[in-house]
């Protein structure tokens, strides 16, 4: 019985490999195949199974709604700072804060004498005032043309709109007619106040409000010789900071290191809850997930400041790695604006500052591909976000961001104050987390 068996099966691997060779070796490799992709795709599950919708989207509200607009250097920013720190001790990270100097911040305040407090931004390169500010009447500037002034101006505030040519321009022929302030309203209906690049360094102060705000001012207050109150106060050696936990392998030493970036400020009067208390949820739910898992690679978290002044924390983060830490950094995952549920971002984008692929968008790709990731991924060539300093140190990066494909458009409460909860879809978070989360574990799993 026994030998009967021994030869039957001798003949059958004898006789397929003498017929089909080839196809036996594709059946054999197929099969290893398979059960790599099987056992990927069971490690895909440890972490998927984990993310979740409600906690993401508690911490996008506790960012968004509790603490609110998290202006570089303000007590918004450092309020989301201490929220992310507390967390990440919390799940049993070592915790790092990096501290750095950012630009003398101008805040201004804007009053009418019927007290009516009136939205502004002080573009970089207005000059401030006293304490008590100025107060005085204001001047119908129209566009701001040199033709548009007349001596009347002189000891007032110029109201000017808009268009035609630029902020600065504007504002040089107002301080040349003898203003002593310039406001520049909005020409179409934006729901923030207008944020005028004004270039050169002026010394009177100069600040941009909204079209409807202009509007009344011109109504209530040019046309009964009433008058306004405008402050601006420079805010000097303002600091902001980035947090960082790092998970390290149990054995060895000089790890490879990958990092996972996400940044928390917002601009003014955002609650910036797409732009990025979104990515920065989905971040600290994959601290958490991947905090028990044994890894062999150095995983690095780093919540970023001031990415919204000119991405200066990212900047600041990784001008403090060593060279050779730089050299063992084998990537970098960013996610900024990843969960907004406006109906046309329907796909992830995977932004790469010369929009070439790279292990990073290759790792998220073959992911998507394992897990089914319902929305299209696509790599396009775009910086303005953190990945670009990790990029420039040489370290692979993506810009994980959803759009509307085809036009690239993003949504349009972005950088507004409309940039609330209300437009976040929980589906969304949870795609981004499993997605990026999955792909993390791939790189760095045991
Ligand atoms: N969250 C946006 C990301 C972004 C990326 C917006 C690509 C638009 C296109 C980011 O916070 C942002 O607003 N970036 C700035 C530039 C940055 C250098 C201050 C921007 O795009 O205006
Ligand atoms: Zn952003």
Redesign the pocket.
Known sequence: MKKGKIILSTILVTSSLYFAPIQLDKTVEAAANSEVHQSKKAFDQKVIARVSEERMMEDVRYLSETIGPRVTGTEGEQQAADFIRERLRSYGYQVETQEFSIPDKLIGYLQTSDENEVLINIPEGSGDTSESGITAELFDAGLGKESDFTPDVAGKIALISRGEFTFKKKVENAVEAGAIGVLIYDNTNQPGPLNPSIGGDFSIPVGGITKVSGEALLEDVVSQNKTVTFKVKRMENAKSQNIIATKLPKKGANHDILHVSA?FDS?PFAPGAS??ASGTAVALELARVLKSYPTDKELRFAFVGA?????VGSEHYVSQLSEDEVNRSIGNFNM??VGTSWENATAIYM?TLDGQPNIVSETALATADRIGTPSELVLYK????DH?NFYEAGIPAV?F?RREPGTAN?EPY??TPLDTIEYISAERLKEAGDLVGASVYSLIRK
């Open positions: 940044h601009v732009d990025n990415e919204e002044i000119g991405l900024d604006m932004n775009r910086g303005a976000s670009v810009n961001i993003l972005y950088h």
